[in-house]
């Protein structure tokens, strides 16, 4: 079994940066790992993605500006999150599943947080 907890989320104006953690209880170093957003009104998606490997996948919308990393000494999973715009506002979630590689769609992953809010003003 394993439980995830995101932190790190706030309010920031735009062009600011935040950064999330996601700890993880459970064995994780070899699943895949993703950061997903929901805003009101808006269906799940997919941010950024890294594998048991270490590479990496992202939303265009989003790459160059966020950056998906991990520490497998801490079992934590990170989201980088520079030059934010108010469209990047929505809860963020992070995931897990031992059968992805960097796969991007939320209903490949079995394993959830229970979210952090981002708020971008302008």
């Known amino acids: 079994q394993v439980q995830l907890v995101e932190s790190g989320g706030g309010s920031v104006q735009a062009g600011g940066s935040l950064r999330l953690s996601c700890t993880a209880s459970?064995?994780?170093?070899?699943?895949?790992l993703g950061w997903f957003r929901q805003a009101p009104g808006k269906e799940r998606e997919g941010v950024a993605a890294?594998?048991?490997?270490?590479?990496?996948n992202y939303a265009a919308s989003v790459r160059g500006r966020f950056t998906i990393s991990k520490d497998n000494a801490k079992n934590t999973l990170y989201l980088q999150m520079n030059s934010l715009k108010p469209e990047d506002t929505a809860m963020y979630y992070c995931?897990?599943?031992?059968?992805?590689?960097?796969?991007?769609?939320?209903?490949?992953?079995?394993?959830w947080g229970q979210g952090t809010q981002v708020t971008v003003s302008s």
């Open positions: 995931a897990a599943d031992s059968r992805v590689l960097l796969s991007l769609w939320p209903s490949y992953y079995n394993y």
């Open positions: 459970g064995y994780t170093y070899n699943m895949g």
């Open positions: 890294i594998d048991r490997y270490g590479d990496t």
